[in-house]
């Protein structure tokens, strides 16, 4: 069995979730693969009639499950599914990544790698391995590197032990529906799939970040004035690129890419909605859940040759939120619109 870098990034690993079962989640595939079958068909026929007939519509996700326990909004009180797995109050340390792999690395994959979506945390613990691996570095000596050198400094690990100003409580809400203080974990054994404290700031600078490399290639670099972009161009577009086989929870138009979820442009009648190309990410974890999402400008050629713009352009949006079980993709979606949309009206 070969895994390789691609397939990790992309969830189609077959490497469990924090399911151990792994008949209960063939079937609970299967169950949802079925129901999508017979549902999208007619979904699509309808939404394309309510689009061709001018209803407008401001949404063009539904949100279903968000990625990590992140769903729809949900009545205090009511128990996300996804949270009674056992293995995300761990509270043992692990001291390196090598050593978080014994909690999968003898379990059976889920399906053989490339053939179905499954997202998989452990997947990125594996990952995490590989890049400390290749890099000769712990890899949390590598990530708060690379936050340095994105100028995210409030961005670090999520160390219990760890003294770390304006760290934010995190909420629950109980059976009863009362709002509780978040069990106390220790999120060592996925420093990659959600172990890392950051800010709106911090993750707005990010998104910025890649946008301006996803950009940088198309302007020209008069007098060596355009500086290079963190990554190459190329780079950017390869993990924007929908990968085939996959899914996304969180949006319904969307298909998973290199460990973003890509909506791509398309417009399937005159005058009516029309799907702009934009990447998205929802993270959720105990106590908490986010959303950093990208919207890029469709740039005007004549303006990139006269120079009158620079990169980065487009909206970029980033919420996190210190309780469990909230939505955000559509909130984010809906704010960059509105940015959007003002912009052009300038």
């Known amino acids: 069995v070969t895994i390789t870098t691609r397939l990790l990034l992309s969830h189609l690993s077959g490497i469990r979730h924090y399911e151990k079962d792994i008949t209960k989640v ?5 169950k949802a693969n079925r129901a999508l079958k017979l549902t ?12 061709c007939k001018g209803t407008e519509k401001t949404e063009s996700v539904k949100p279903k499950k968000e990625r990590e326990g ?9 128990k996300d599914k996804e ?4 293995e995300y109050y761990l509270k043992e340390k692990f001291e390196s990544v090598i050593e978080s792999l014994k909690i999968f690395k003898n379990d059976p994959l ?28 712990k890899f949390t000596d590598y990530m708060l590197k690379m936050f340095r050198d994105l100028d995210m400094l409030s961005t670090v690990l999520d160390d219990n032990e760890a003294m770390i100003y304006n760290r934010a409580r995190c909420y629950v809400y109980n059976k009863k529906g009362r709002l509780v203080n978040a069990p106390y974990v220790d999120n060592s054994y996925k420093w990659a799939g959600g172990g890392f404290l950051s800010s709106v700031g911090d993750l707005l600078k990010f998104g910025n970040a890649l946008l301006y490399s996803y950009q940088a290639g198309q302007f020209k670099n008069t007098n060596g004035q355009l500086l290079p972009g963190y990554l190459k161009p190329d780079t950017v577009a390869m993990m924007w690129t929908p990968v085939p086989k996959t899914e996304v929870s969180w949006d319904r138009d969307g298909k998973y890419a290199m460990a973003w979820a890509v ?3 398309n417009q399937q009648c005159g005058c009516c909605r029309q799907q702009r190309h934009y990447a998205s990410h929802t993270g ?12 890029p400008e469709e740039l005007d050629s004549e303006a990139v040759d006269a120079g009158l713009v620079a990169p980065p352009r487009g909206v970029v949006v980033s919420i996190i939120c210190n309780m469990q079980s909230v939505s955000l993709n559509s909130t984010a979606l809906k704010i960059a619109r509105e940015f ?6 300038r």
Do not use: H, N
Not at 40 to 51: G, N
Not at 83 to 86: A, G, I, L, R, T
Not at 110 to 137: H, I, N
């Open 40 to 51: 999208k068909p007619s979904q699509d026929k309808e939404q394309k009639d309510k689009e």
């Open 26 to 30: 063939k079937e609970e595939k299967e």
């Open 284 to 295: 959720g974890a105990v106590g908490a859940s986010s959303v950093l999402l990208i919207l």
């Open 340 to 345: 959007d949309k003002e912009r052009w009206a």
């Open 263 to 265: 909506v791509e442009k």
């Open 70 to 78: 992140e769903v729809k909004s949900q009545k205090p009180g009511r």
């Open 83 to 86: 949270f009674d797995q056992e």
């Open 110 to 137: 889920v399906f053989k790698p490339g053939d179905q979506f499954l997202y998989s945390t452990y997947g990125f613990t594996l990952l995490s391995a590989v890049v400390e691996r290749v890099s000769g570095q």
